[in-house]
């Protein structure tokens, strides 16, 4: 096919633009490949660099290099698919021989498809351009390297000897770069309207590489402000990745035509502020003049504003720095003037007028602003960090850590002091750890805020000093028992009224409020000894009293059985006394019966003790007066085997009453 159309009603083969557009195809082909390999090799170099080292400032400097290569490479793209058609305009292209009588055999169904579907994405690649594509894939690539290596929290790192070689290395491919931006500078609009864009984009990736370069060079574990700064030069070329991408997804919606002559789609308008002296509204103007047609030269309006606007600028400078010796005071605060550097006198809330800055300045002083401060904080803290404790959330949730009171670990408010101490008519020293706040303001006098403002560079750091060297002095002369059985009160008060006499005498302008005793209590290094010395006492009182309870339980058992044998034998002697006493009567009795009855008494005796022996006796009686007839008979039927030989006995023993 033929290209064959006029351009701004002149031949093509006499405009320079046309005429050197080979020779700018063939030179911009070579430098994209150039620049694309050195922007993939820093990349991959950058990814294998993050595996051992990660987060260092060889990857942000890698990185943000290789990203910026790559713009530029893109760029050049961009640039030389416009000089690839200008070349075309005017090669005239062969013609396409005609196709053979004899026609291959008609294609399938999944032929016709695949043919479609081909056609209409190449139908669509060339309405959009190839090159949109490519533009918009290495933008993307660039912008997503930065991002990913984007950390503001690096710390300084010593690169040594490797480090000044890949900084010189930089420092080279800079000066090659800054030549070929001299190249693209000295060629005139005419012969190439690119250069000029790719001039500008070219000064994005040299200073880029001259900033990590610099970086390179004075990095060390000291310095800080050389990572941070490596990272943040990546902000250059990505904000040009993200214009040059945004071109490229708008150009999508302006297709191509192959009979018109393509604009650089890859043009920079952050890249083009990068020039000495900045005329960003210059470029602006050009740009609506040339896209739009819009001249804001001829608006008079414009015009005006830019004559009046150094008038205008200096009135509201000058006005600045007038209203500046105005003054505010809130309601919380009071205010030295200080007129030429000396104080003049103590404002109260409300405006104030004075002289302008530098002549005129108001130091803010508190007014009645009460704070509590702590005798010590614990190391890597601060009454800061203290007050930024989490508060409990409801009155009725779970308390803070720091009202935590047991002493088995250490508070960040707690402070070890050194106490006498006394055993017997030894003298020695205790440690205790106490916990001792101070309430206090600056003095409502102006005299206080005067004394609080000039002779106190740190009204919290002399507090506390004042207060450690008065505990230090008052707690050298107290026991552990006196400060245990001292009320809190009055110890508090004499802490209190030391301080204040202390900074007095300074003329600090401090006010004390209040002295609060928190706790007073053993050191949390000696916890655990302290709780196996409670423990053993505990011990040996509670074993004192189980032995005293086991004795008083055995004497008492050994008085219940002494009062039982005691009883018992009490209670047999006068049973043995009673039973000889009745036989002493029975027998006394016996005898004067005798005495008086003879034969007798002794007859009724006898068979007194026969009833009484023969009462459970089984008797059998026979009389020969109970039959008349038959003769005395002997029932022998009760003495049929087997025959029991002691009831026998006992039958035989028995008398038989006739």
């Known amino acids: 096919m033929r290209v064959d159309l006029d351009v701004e009603g002149v031949e093509p083969a006499s405009l320079p633009r046309f005429q050197r557009a080979s020779f700018q195809a063939r030179r911009l082909s070579r430098l994209t490949y150039v620049l694309g390999g050195l922007g993939v090799l820093g990349l991959v170099v950058s990814l294998f660099v993050d595996l051992f080292s990660p987060n260092s400032l060889w990857t942000a400097v890698l990185t943000n290099s290789a990203a910026s290569l790559l713009v530029l490479a893109s760029a050049l793209q961009s640039a030389l698919v416009v000089t690839l058609w200008r070349a075309q305009v005017l090669v005239p292209v062969e013609a396409g021989s005609e196709p053979d009588a004899e026609e291959a055999a008609e294609p399938g169904w999944y032929d016709r498809l695949l043919s479609r579907i081909g056609g209409a994405g190449a139908s669509m690649a060339g309405q959009i351009g190839v090159p949109v594509f490519w533009?918009?894939?290495?933008?993307?690539?660039?912008?997503?390297?930065?991002?990913?290596?984007?950390?503001?929290?690096?710390?300084?790192?010593?690169?040594?000897?490797?480090?000044?070689?890949?900084?010189?290395?930089?420092?080279?491919?800079?000066?090659?770069?800054?030549?070929?931006?001299?190249?693209?500078?000295?060629?005139?609009?005419?012969?190439?309207?690119?250069?000029?864009?790719?001039?500008?984009?070219?000064?994005?990736?040299?200073?880029?590489?001259?900033?990590?370069?610099?970086?390179?060079?004075?990095?060390?574990?000291?310095?800080?402000?050389?990572?941070?700064?490596?990272?943040?030069?990546?902000?250059?070329?990505?904000?040009?990745?993200?214009?040059l991408l945004t071109r490229a997804l708008l150009s999508v919606f302006s297709p191509r035509n192959e009979r018109l002559e393509p604009?650089?789609?890859?043009?920079?308008?952050?890249?083009?502020?990068?020039?000495?002296?900045?005329?960003?509204?210059?470029?602006?103007?050009?740009?609506?003049?040339?896209?739009?047609?819009?001249?804001?030269?001829?608006?008079?309006?414009?015009?005006?504003?830019?004559?009046?606007?150094?008038?205008?600028?200096?009135?509201?400078?000058?006005?600045?720095?007038?209203?500046?010796?105005?003054?505010?005071?809130?309601?919380?605060?009071?205010?030295?003037?200080?007129?030429?550097?000396?104080?003049?006198?103590?404002?109260?809330?409300?405006?104030?007028?004075?002289?302008?800055?530098?002549?005129?300045?108001?130091?803010?002083?508190?007014?009645?602003?009460?704070?509590?401060?702590?005798?010590?904080?614990?190391?890597?803290?601060?009454?800061?960090?203290?007050?930024?404790?989490?508060?409990?959330?409801?009155?009725?949730?779970?308390?803070?850590?720091?009202?935590?009171?047991?002493?088995?670990?250490?508070?960040?408010?707690?402070?070890?002091?050194?106490?006498?101490?006394?055993?017997?008519?030894?003298?020695?020293?205790?440690?205790?750890?106490?916990?001792?706040?101070?309430?206090?303001?600056?003095?409502l006098s102006d005299e206080a805020a005067m004394a609080a403002t000039y002779n106190s560079a740190d009204i919290p750091s002399l507090i506390r000093s004042t207060a450690s060297r008065i505990l230090v002095h008052d707690f050298a002369s107290r026991t552990l028992d006196e400060l245990l059985g001292e009320q809190r009160t009055d110890l508090a008060n004499d802490i209190g009224s030391a301080v204040q006499r202390d900074l007095k005498k300074l003329d600090s302008g401090v006010e004390i409020l209040a002295t609060v005793v928190e706790s007073i209590h053993p050191p949390a290094g000696a916890a655990n000894a302290y709780h196996a010395v409670q423990a053993a006492q505990i011990s040996a009182q509670s074993l004192i009293a189980r032995e005293r309870g086991a004795a008083e339980d055995k004497a008492n058992l050994a008085q219940l059985h002494a009062s039982i044998a005691h009883d018992q034998a009490a209670a047999n002697s006068r049973e043995v006394m009673s039973t000889a006493q009745s036989a002493d009567l029975r027998f006394t009795a016996e005898q004067q019966g005798y005495a008086k009855a003879g034969q007798a008494f002794l007859l009724e005796q006898y068979l007194s003790q026969l009833t009484q022996g023969m009462t459970h006796a089984k008797l059998l009686v026979l009389d020969h007066r109970l039959g008349g007839t038959s003769a005395p008979t002997i029932d022998l039927r009760s003495f049929t085997l087997p025959v029991d030989p002691a009831a026998s006995s006992k039958s035989a023993d028995q008398p038989l009453a006739e």
């Open 135 to 243: 533009l918009a894939g290495w933008s993307l690539l660039a912008l997503i390297s930065i991002s990913m290596i984007w950390n503001l929290n690096l710390v300084g790192t010593s690169v040594g000897l490797a480090g000044s070689i890949v900084a010189g290395l930089l420092l080279l491919v800079a000066f090659g770069l800054l030549v070929l931006e001299r190249q693209f500078s000295n060629d005139s609009e005419a012969s190439w309207p690119e250069a000029e864009q790719l001039a500008q984009i070219a000064k994005v990736a040299i200073g880029t590489l001259l900033v990590a370069a610099f970086c390179l060079f004075f990095s060390s574990p000291d310095r800080v402000w050389p990572a941070r700064l490596a990272v943040l030069i990546g902000l250059l070329p990505g904000l040009v990745a993200v214009e």
């Open 263 to 443: 604009r650089l789609v890859a043009s920079s308008f952050v890249a083009g502020l990068l020039r000495w002296p900045p005329r960003p509204l210059m470029a602006l103007q050009n740009e609506l003049h040339n896209r739009f047609g819009i001249d804001l030269r001829q608006v008079w309006a414009f015009t005006y504003m830019r004559r009046a606007i150094l008038p205008v600028l200096a009135v509201i400078v000058a006005l600045g720095w007038a209203l500046s010796g105005v003054h505010e005071i809130p309601m919380q605060g009071r205010g030295i003037y200080e007129r030429f550097g000396k104080p003049v006198e103590v404002m109260g809330p409300g405006l104030h007028a004075g002289l302008p800055w530098p002549f005129g300045t108001v130091l803010a002083v508190e007014n009645g602003v009460v704070h509590e401060l702590a005798t010590s904080v614990s190391e890597g803290g601060s009454g800061k960090d203290a007050a930024a404790q989490p508060m409990a959330d409801l009155a009725e949730g779970p308390p803070p850590t720091t009202a935590n009171r047991l002493w088995d670990a250490t508070h960040i408010n707690d402070k070890s002091q050194v106490i006498a101490s006394g055993s017997g008519d030894k003298q020695s020293f205790q440690i205790v750890n106490m916990d001792v706040r101070f309430v206090y303001r600056i003095g």
